[in-house]
């Protein structure tokens, strides 16, 4: 093949950066041939005389060709600085259409935010983030879908969510994370219940072998307590929500596996009575969860910020 029918290769358009001039210099040409004075159009640019002069030295060295004429009547275009003149207008009108489309891109994007959550961080923190986003950004819309942790990356990775928030004890695979609080499980029963009289904590084999109200398979809440013992943990009742979970063991039907955020107030009006617990680990790290190698931009890029203030 002869080297009139090579094309260029990734070397040469690489290239093409350091011969033509940036757009900084092309607005300053415009500018001497509108005005017809580099005072002038260095004023108009918000740079001093000096820096404007060697700025189309600059240009007319990278270009081989003398661009503008100085006298003390002014500056003039050469004829050659008419023609690069009417190349960079072209070159000008195109940046600001790109810019304006970018523009575009980023209103689009900043717009809205999806938001998909495990349960306990939807009813109990998020609240309070969204409020303070909400404070920075009052023109984006949010919002949130709440369910499980597999729900959460399920929206993730299907494009359904932009940033998501998950309780389990592993990052659900094709997404990054980021540890953004720390909770705790507790076993609360009703003040109704024999275990609310228990002067003794519970060991880990009689929790096992008691049937619980529980949280669904593919929630974080109870991945974390089958981990803790082992998958023996036995449903009594299986509910869908932290709410449901929390009514069904204030209302006597049994006792339930639930996170400190989540019975707080129960706890202090005596609704429920936290039931202490040997030998079972129910500690857990709350994720922000994003797909692999997308880190959040725009609003979930500050949402993500507020979870850590």
């Known amino acids: 093949m002869s080297n009139a029918d090579e094309q260029p290769g990734p070397s040469a358009a690489g290239a093409l950066a350091h011969r033509v001039p940036d757009l900084g210099a092309l607005e300053l040409l415009l500018a001497v041939a ?16 000096p820096a404007a002069s060697s700025r189309i030295r600059s240009m007319e060295r990278q270009l081989g060709v003398a661009l503008v004429d ?16 009417d190349w960079a207008r072209r070159i000008v009108e195109a ?20 938001v998909a959550a495990s349960m306990t961080i939807a009813e109990y923190l998020l609240p309070g983030w ?4 909400r404070a920075q950004r009052p023109d984006t819309a949010v919002s949130l879908h709440a369910g499980n942790s597999t729900v959460v990356a399920e929206r993730l990775l299907s494009d359904e969510a932009d940033l998501g928030f998950v309780e389990g004890l592993s990052v659900p695979s094709g997404l990054d994370s980021a540890v953004i609080a720390h909770d705790r499980l507790i076993v609360v029963a009703s003040p109704t219940h024999a275990w609310a009289r228990r002067r003794r904590p519970l060991a880990a084999g009689e929790l096992a072998t008691t049937p619980l109200i529980l949280r669904e398979k593919g929630s974080g809440t109870r991945q974390v307590l089958d981990a803790a013992l082992g998958g023996l943990a036995r449903p009594l009742i299986e509910l869908s929500s932290t709410t449901a979970v929390k009514a069904a063991a204030v ?4 006792p339930a596996v639930l996170s400190e955020l989540a019975v707080g107030e129960e ?5 429920l009575v936290r039931v202490p617990v040997d030998g079972v ?18 609003p979930a890029r500050d949402l993500l910020s507020l979870t850590r203030g």
């Open 95 to 114: 940046a600001e259409a790109f810019d304006v489309g970018a523009q575009a891109l980023r209103v689009r994007r900043d717009s809205r935010l999806r």
């Open 34 to 49: 509108r005005l017809g004075s580099l005072g002038g159009a260095a004023r108009e640019l918000g740079i001093t005389q």
């Open 267 to 271: 706890l202090a009006m005596r609704r």
């Open 251 to 254: 209302s006597g039907a049994g």
């Open 281 to 298: 680990a129910l500690a857990r790290d709350l994720r922000a969860v994003w797909p692999t190698g997308h880190r959040p931009t725009g």
């Open 70 to 85: 100085r006298s003390p009547r002014g500056s003039r275009l050469t004829d050659a600085g008419a023609l690069v003149t």
């Open 130 to 133: 969204l409020l303070a986003l």
